[in-house]
């Protein structure tokens, strides 16, 4: 597993504040995957089931934001029990490096975030695609959309990140902080 720490992403910002003979020097290299000091990291989430939305600065100034990983916690908290488990960091890093990758200012639409093993239980009576050792009962997965990509397009783009796991759905893609695989539910 990489450590996302050191593979920050240039931020549009940062981009636009480069002269035009830096820009064509960097063309070459995707955006999300050069090393670059990036002043900080936000995300936006807007949450399907509750309909709470959320936008965020998670990191800030070369470390995490505490109040802004709370709020990122609550709002993935399992909605179903309103358990909440801390979110893996590396998860959010990961939304952030497909943001810009997709390069889209649209909040995550969020279907589950953390699940408690008594909703995973749940679930999985009712679906044979839930894991029974789900890495959402870590808090280390999510499923998302994102308005204006199709599910196959994100899931495209998350996986040349190899930085975790991506499922391809119907109608939404589950991410992870986990082993770098790839599958189709
Ligand atoms: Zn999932």
Redesign the pocket.
């Known amino acids: 597993m990489q450590d996302n720490a050191n593979r920050l992403e240039l931020t549009r910002r940062h981009i636009l504040g480069l002269g035009a003979g830096a820009l064509v020097g960097l063309a070459a290299a995707p955006a999300w995957a050069l090393v670059h000091k990036v002043g900080e990291r936000s995300l936006s989430f807007q949450h399907l089931n509750t309909s709470e939305t959320l936008s965020v600065v998670y990191w800030a100034e070369g470390r995490y934001v505490p109040e802004g990983l709370r709020e990122v916690n609550h709002l993935l908290r399992d909605f179903r029990t309103g358990e909440i488990r801390q979110i893996d960091p590396r998860l959010l890093d990961f939304l952030f490096s497909l943001k810009y990758r997709l390069d889209t200012d649209n909040p995550f639409e969020v279907i ?1 975030g953390y699940r408690s093993p008594k909703t995973n239980a749940m679930l999985r009576r009712h679906s044979t695609s839930v894991a029974r050792n789900s890495l ?1 009962m870590q808090g280390k ?1 999510i ?1 998302i959309r994102v308005k204006g990509h199709k599910p196959s397009q994100i899931a495209r783009a998350a996986r040349g990140m190899k930085l975790g796991g991506v ?1 391809t759905y119907r109608r939404f893609v ?1 991410l992870d902080a986990g082993n770098v695989r790839v599958w189709r539910g």
């Open positions: 589950s959402h997965a499923d499922g589950h």
